[in-house]
């Protein structure tokens, strides 16, 4: 069983940085997708980033494209969220997630992945 802990959110004015955590323990397939999701209040949930074990890319959503940056320590299975120039639409709950063998046309889709951890909030404002 994967278990995902995520961590490092916070308040922050606009134009702040936040990095987030997930530290990933148990079994990992050498195909996963290990992704970064959000939820605000009253919205849907959406895709924010995601590395690709299977081909070593890194995806983002475009609202978050030269602001976000995920970066990994392999070594200690942790992934990183370093989230820069922050704006109160960033704020919501945070979530790593797993996928096992996610196609790519699935790396965006939150449905696909199987395991997620319990959420870090990030809340942006003035």
């Known amino acids: 069983q994967v278990q995902l802990a995520d961590s490092g959110g916070g308040y922050v004015q606009p134009g702040g940085s936040l990095r987030l955590s997930c530290v990933a323990s148990g079994p990992m397939s050498n195909s996963y997708t290990m992704g970064w999701f959000r939820q605000a209040p009253g919205k849907e949930r959406e895709f924010v980033a995601a590395?690709?074990?299977?081909?070593?890319?890194?995806y983002y959503a475009d609202s978050v494209k030269g602001r976000f940056a995920l970066s990994r320590d392999n070594a200690k299975n942790t992934q990183f969220l370093q989230m820069n120039s922050l704006t109160p639409e960033d704020s919501g709950v945070y979530y790593c997630?797993?996928?096992?063998?996610?196609?790519?046309?699935?790396?965006?889709?939150?449905?696909?992945?199987?395991?997620w951890g319990q959420g870090t909030q990030v809340t942006v404002s003035s």
């Open positions: 997630a797993i996928g096992m063998g996610l196609i790519l046309s699935n790396t965006r889709i939150g449905a696909a992945y199987d395991y």
């Open positions: 590395f690709r074990r299977n081909g070593n890319r890194i």
